[in-house]
Nanobody, 123 residues
């Protein structure tokens, strides 16, 4: 199995930037699609985006497209979520999740999840 740990969350003013990291255990990390998913209090879970195993393909939700960038460094077993132009609506707990042999936005296809990291954006 894959174990995932998110980090990099914190507080930032609107318009600022923040980079989240998702570090995975094991040498099979490079085989997995990694997704970023967020959930704000009282709101539905939102699929932020994903990056395929090779990093060749990325997907972003319309709400973050142009502001967020997902990248990965398989040598470090790490996926990043670079967030710029942050808005108060980006406030949420952010999770990374891993799936083998899948790329898409269907949450149940991602069996491995991290514990999350909190992002708070103030106006």
């Amino acid at each position: 199995q894959v174990q995932l740990v998110e980090s990099g969350g914190g507080w930032v003013q609107a318009g600022g930037s923040l980079r989240l990291s998702c570090v995975a255990s094991g040498r099979t990390f490079s085989r997995y699609t990694i997704a970023w998913i967020r959930q704000a209090p009282g709101k539905e879970r939102e699929f932020v985006g994903y990056i395929t195993s090779s990093g060749a393909t990325t997907y972003y939700a319309g709400s973050v497209k142009g502001r967020f960038t997902i990248s990965r460094d398989n040598a470090k077993n790490t996926v990043y979520l670079q967030m710029s132009g942050l808005k108060p609506e980006d406030t949420a707990a952010y999770y990374c999740a891993a799936a083998a042999n899948y790329e898409g936005t269907y949450g149940p296809r991602y069996p491995y999840w991290g514990r999350g990291t909190q992002v708070a954006v103030s106006s």
